[in-house]
């Protein structure tokens, strides 16, 4: 194939690759959310999770960049020839070269360095590396070393959680774990655990269980969630409760109003009316999201089951 042939077919492709690698930005920028969010959904995209369209963006330029050096190296006498025209000299050339190096430096520079706002999305990946202006940590004496070794990490697993976040907070494989729970080989390490459980039947106590047996008992793993019961309730308005078929426990934080729906055969519409939760209120978002958006408690949304139950 002649050059001219061979620079229109690299121009085209990497007019298309400029192309798709703007788009995902764009949708990645302003339509899919990022950091810590209430709806988990909002970081979905035609079935792809933000960080999936993120490798995608991360393969295309890669791409981009090897059919732009292809692009340098067809045209490379003429950029030459045109410099040494404009400039009268081709060195300029390895500052050209050198302007997008220059050009990230100058932001670097400029940019406010950890930043306030970005707090609660994570740790940055530099934290490993001690500054040199913070002081090193208090060496502790054996007796006290051995206490903190002894104490168990306590950390929360509940369903709004990924398998890479349950590995980010504990430090324990996500494929190990779902490997343990006998998933898929392609099942999504980013998709939340509510939704995993609900495809693949599995329970959170189990992924809980596995955390603690993984780190050899050194993490326990708990659910803000679930209300303890460590006695039997004296006889009262929840006993009556419970006398008519509605145990306490039945109803929690996991559950949905579409689930409270199946289980108790009260219709969720007339729950968000009990409760005076907006009309518009989605059935398949689970109630600790909803009671920390709009104010309830989960007794509330039992005793309301109740009351219409009674009906």
Known sequence: MSKPKWNYVVDVVMFGLMGAIIFIGVLMGFFLASGPVVDEGSKYAWGLHRHQWGDIHTILSFAFVAFFILHLLLHWSWIKGATKKLLRSS????????????????????????????????????????????????????????????KVRKVEINGRMSLADVEKATGISAKKIAQELNLPKDASLDQNLGQMRRRYGFQLQQVRDLVSRLSGGKIEAIDSDAAPSKAQPAPSRRGKQEQGGLRQQEINGRLTLGDIQRMTGVPASAIINKLNLPANTPLNERLGRLRKRHGFSLQQARDAVSALKKK
């Open 91 to 150: 060195s300029v050339l390895v500052v050209i070269l050198l302007l997008p190096a220059l050009l990230i430096l100058v932001a670097w520079s400029f940019s406010e360095k950890d930043s306030s706002a970005y707090a609660e999305f994570g740790n940055r990946s530099g934290s490993k590396f001690q500054r040199a202006e913070e002081a090193p940590p208090p060496v502790l004496p054996r007796e006290e070393v051995a206490v903190e070794k002894k």
